[in-house]
């Protein structure tokens, strides 16, 4: 079983704030998806991480994945209350799904 | 909305009781799958139809029975389940295994 990891597991923090997820793994992947998941709907893709050390940007976040394709991170800038959800990652094309980080932003 | 649609979206059922849940896509993608999430586990993955064939099938009891009669359509059947089995199940299909998009899940709970 190739288990992702991610911390922390909850975070709640106030509006315009910074923050970083974590998605750790044992196992190397070819690719690593994120995705944001909102109350009472299903997961949304954030954006899929293919070469070691890449970053990729979307607005606010930027997303890297690791040097040995083993992990990745996402950070968030100047947090707003629309990016409260429960951020999730998988790899091997999406097989397996970390446990997942449930994020708050207060107003 | 993305493209996929399940029925219904809240579900009670009794342990005797057998009952279907539906899944539908307009997006002409070929891949559909089954995934449970349950509180605080990880996503799991069920069920995978690639042209209407099951390329996997993740250990999964068969009191859960798939069917999938053409790319468009995906059916789980359910019976004699366990209150353990309470959770929300997710379809999603994708082209060619890349980009996932998933339904809004049907919320289960098993009395």
């Known amino acids: 079983t190739q288990l992702l990891e991610q911390s922390p597991q909850f975070l709640s923090i106030q509006e315009g704030e910074n923050l970083t997820v974590y998605c750790n793994s044992s196992s190397v992947f070819s690719s690593l998806q994120w995705y944001r998941q909102e109350p009472g709907e299903g997961p949304v893709l954030l954006v899929t991480v293919v070469t070691g050390g890449e970053v990729k940007k979307l607005k606010r976040l930027t997303f890297q994945f690791g040097d040995a394709r083993k992990d990745s991170s996402l950070h968030i800038t100047a947090a707003q209350p629309g990016d409260t959800g429960l951020y999730l990652c998988?790899?091997?094309?999406?097989?397996?799904f970390g446990t997942g980080t449930r994020l708050t932003v207060i107003p | 909305e993305t493209g996929v649609t399940q029925t219904p979206r809240h579900l009670v059922m009794g342990m005797t009781n057998k009952k279907s849940l539906k899944c539908e896509q307009h997006l002409g993608h070929n891949a559909m799958y089954w995934y449970k999430q349950s509180a605080k586990k990880p996503l799991e993955l069920m069920f995978v139809y690639n042209f209407k064939e099951q390329t996997e099938n993740n250990s999964v009891p068969s009191r859960f029975s798939p069917e999938c009669p053409n790319s468009s359509h995906l059916f789980l059947h359910l019976h004699t389940l366990q209150p353990e089995d309470s959770a929300l199940y997710l379809c999603a299909s994708s082209l060619h295994n890349e980009k996932l998009f998933f339904g809004s899940g049907t919320q289960l709970s098993v009395l």
């Open positions: 998988a790899g091997a094309n999406n097989l397996f």
